[in-house]
């Protein structure tokens, strides 16, 4: 604490928190810079088509997809933080569904085999996963299971060496691209939580059907697959993790995405915020800047307040993870807050810009759009509120 | 297979450290079993005994962050705790001593004034206010009326304060002025005005903060010496903003430490009370954590010595009305409850002092050019 001189604001310096190093900050540095020369000028196009397959190889040649993997399996053995670095950084891509495609990539479909997988599993998936050679998604998720994780009907059944596995799984982010699933079975069904199963489905094997691609309010740069799994038969060696600790796994699996899904949030948030700024600033009404009504200014106020809050909640909370502890309660609360915040965030900048806020040319409609799943995806508001509820006894 | 992955217990978030939760243990046990069980009584009487100052005295918890132990920090935990006393008045009071008087003595006196008014107030023996709200001019500083004319040896000082926390039990007031005539900020100055003739003070009715003696004072020709000038004439602007961050901290560090105390008590009642309660709990919660986080992250702001008006402004900002909400809900849920309702009273007051929250909202638009 200073103890003499009067201090005069300092509105532009740096405000880096504690969990971050010059490291980070550099990290920081070369993902936007790619972010911005390489992605963000075709993200218009890939809204309609869909993002292109060399943005994972791209990626992997650079080694943003294997930033807190282990070196000796081509990752760059970065901490915890540094995913929370790339999570907030693709942002800049202005493209929600690329964020997500990738982010499930790195940070929901392959940490479980980095965590539980045998050695052969990691060089089979991880290592490729990581040189962006193969792609991964994730398969909780089924027409008749959503947040319900417990309620999946997808079964595998022993049979010799051999399982075989019926089922169909929803809502699969990279569904159509992948070259392998991470997916939740359930292998024994009399055996509550202990009966469920992770395996690692490689997705040319015969039975497993890519569906459709489905339609949805945002996310559009981002293949999203209704899937079906007819006696697909894997071999014993593609169970990931030990038989009957699939839920548990996947529960863990859970934390490390809405901590993600929450660095996200807030990093578009801002993001639309500073877009938002800059365009009350220019755009004039009744012979006035619009930034110059008092509401406005106020509005900015409160924006800027419940980005800061959902930041800080965030980096506390990743603070406790990366230290070990398991702090599902507010993983949850970050999870939350971030995620309502950004729709909060959004819609206001929506209504800050008018109609052309309106308009798809602004590009403001298509962040409310993509901000809009992150209330509903990796576990909805309803089931986040159940979790800090339950985790205080009530 | 990798092995399950390790748990870690819970350490104290940075800026806290080990020794902070040692000392926060320990006011936590003395609010339960000295304040807390009398704050009923000292909302009836509205008024608590100045005995408690000798108390948080005596265990050297009215000067952590005054002299070579200074720790900042530690103050901070006193206010999270202070606020678990069940009595917004009781911690309004001790907070205006420790947080909002002393520090214009401590950071612009001069040695002499520091051992007159700082020494005894760390010792609990004297007890301080800080006057700077008047009638006509609340966040407006610039309106002060309070006129202090050149005599000899010193000022003779006219005018009226109010809304002065602890006003009637201050043994001095910390007191801007007006030493010129125009009604700028280069003519504000502080005089430390001590308990005496021609100053008279009479306690305010409330919407809450009872057992606090909040005042209207009155100075009618009161003679100051001229040693008791706080800080250079004129500079008396500089005086208020420098400890506007603290202030405002400290508030926001309060709301803090209510909200988790009010939520520890209620979610035992809470139970088998069905979903929409343990939602609105939830909700509740998640609230305080953000604010906590947010409050936490000013803090680490503040004592870095940067400039933290931004992350001050917006802790303020984020928990007072949150507070308020919390306590209102928790009141709803559990009431009638007369511990509920004086949180609730209490509470009510911290979108609107230390700045309201319109105030903040204009203080953070202005940060970004707006």
């Known amino acids: 604490m200073a103890a003499t001189d009067v201090l005069k604001p300092d509105h532009a310096g740096a405000r880096r928190h504690f969990i971050f190093n010059n490291e980070h900050e550099q990290l920081r540095e070369s993902i936007r810079s790619f972010v911005v020369k390489e992605l963000a000028p075709h993200a218009a196009e890939w809204e309609e088509s869909t993002f292109p397959d060399w943005v994972f190889s791209r990626m992997g040649e650079l080694g943003f997809l294997g930033l807190t993997y282990p070196e000796e399996y081509g990752g760059q053995g970065g901490d915890y933080y540094c995913a929370l670095v790339l999570a907030e950084e693709m942002t800049h891509s202005n493209c929600g569904g690329l964020n997500m495609g990738i982010a499930v990539h790195t940070d929901m479909a392959t940490p479980p085999i980095h965590l539980f997988g045998t050695e052969e599993q990691k060089q089979a998936y991880l290592v490729p996963a990581i040189k962006g050679e193969k792609i991964a998604c994730l398969g909780i998720t089924e027409p008749d299971a959503g947040s319900d994780v417990s309620g999946i009907k997808t079964r595998a059944v022993r049979d010799g060496d051999e399982y075989v596995i019926n089922g169909s799984k929803t809502y699969i982010t990279n569904g159509h691209r992948s070259d392998f699933i991470v997916l939740v079975t359930k292998t024994d069904a009399d055996a509550g939580y202990d009966g469920f199963t992770l395996f690692i489905v490689d997705m040319d094997l015969p039975g497993v059907i890519r569906e459709k691609k489905l339609q949805k309010l945002g996310m559009h740069a981002s293949d999203t697959a209704l899937l079906a799994f007819q006696d697909v038969r894997v071999p014993e060696s593609a169970v990931l993790g030990q038989v009957g600790k699939g839920f548990y796994n996947i529960m863990w699996e859970l934390q490390g995405e809405r901590m993600i899904g929450a660095a996200g949030c807030v990093a578009a948030a801002q993001h639309v915020f500073d877009r938002t700024l800059r365009y009350a600033q220019e755009r004039q009404a009744f012979g006035r800047p619009i930034s110059k009504f008092q509401v406005t200014r106020h509005k900015f106020a409160e924006m800027a307040t419940k980005i800061e809050t959902a930041r800080q909640l965030n980096y506390t909370t990743a603070w406790r993870f990366a230290n070990g502890e398991y702090p599902v309660r507010e993983i949850s609360m970050a999870k939350l807050y971030a995620s309502r915040i950004a729709v909060e965030v959004a819609d206001e900048c929506i209504q800050i810009h008018g109609g052309a806020g309106y308009m798809k040319e602004y590009d403001v409609e298509r962040v409310w759009r993509d901000l809009r799943l992150n209330r509903i995806g990796a576990g909805t508001d309803e089931v986040m509120l159940e979790v800090i509820g339950k985790s205080f006894g009530i | ?370």
């Open chain 2, 1 to 370: 297979m990798a092995a399950a992955p390790a748990r870690a217990a819970r350490a104290p978030v940075p800026p806290f450290t080990a020794a902070h939760e040692a000392l926060r243990a320990e006011i936590r046990t003395f609010v339960a079993a000295e304040l807390r069980p009398r704050a009923a009584e000292w909302e009836a009487d509205r008024w608590f005994p100045s005995s408690v100052f000798g108390q948080l005295a005596e265990r050297g918890w009215l000067g952590l962050k005054y002299g070579p132990d200074a720790d900042w920090v530690a103050d901070a935990v006193l206010a999270e705790e202070l606020a678990r006393c069940g009595s917004g008045g009781v911690a309004a009071g001790v907070g205006a001593h420790t947080s909002i008087a002393t520090p214009p003595v401590a950071r612009f006196g001069t040695p002499e004034q520091r051992e007159r008014w700082l020494a005894p107030a760390i010792r609990g023996e004297k007890i301080g206010a800080l006057a700077i709200t008047e009638p006509d001019a609340g966040s407006d500083v610039a309106s002060t009326r309070t006129r202090a004319d050149r005599v000899d040896g010193g000022w003779l000082v006219n005018g009226a304060k109010t809304y002065i926390t602890n006003g009637v039990r201050a043994d001095f007031y910390v007191t801007a002025v007006r030493t010129r005539a125009e009604p700028t900020h280069g003519s504000l100055s502080f005089l430390v005005i001590e308990r005496g003739e021609g100053v008279s003070a009479s306690k305010l009715e409330k919407l809450g903060w009872h057992a606090s003696d909040t005042a209207e004072l009155a100075f009618d020709d009161v003679f100051v010496p001229d040693e008791h000038l706080l800080g250079e004439e004129g500079r008396g602007f500089y005086l208020i903003v420098a400890n506007f961050q603290w202030e405002r901290l400290l508030m926001a560090l309060g709301a803090v430490g209510a909200m988790r105390a009010a939520l520890e008590r209620a979610i035992p009642r809470l139970g088998g009370r069905g979903q929409a309660v343990r939602h609105t709990v939830a909700e509740l919660a998640t609230r305080a954590e953000g604010g906590a986080a947010l409050t936490h992250h000013a803090l680490r702001r503040f004592l870095a010595g940067g400039d933290a008006v931004r992350e001050v402004t917006m802790a303020k900002l984020a928990t007072q009305r949150c507070n308020f909400e919390l306590q209102d809900a928790l009141l709803g849920l559990l009431g009638p409850d007369p511990e509920l309702e004086r949180a609730a009273r209490d509470a009510r007051l911290g979108p609107i002092g230390g700045g309201t929250d319109e105030i903040m909202k204009e203080i953070l638009g202005r940060s970004m050019g707006l």
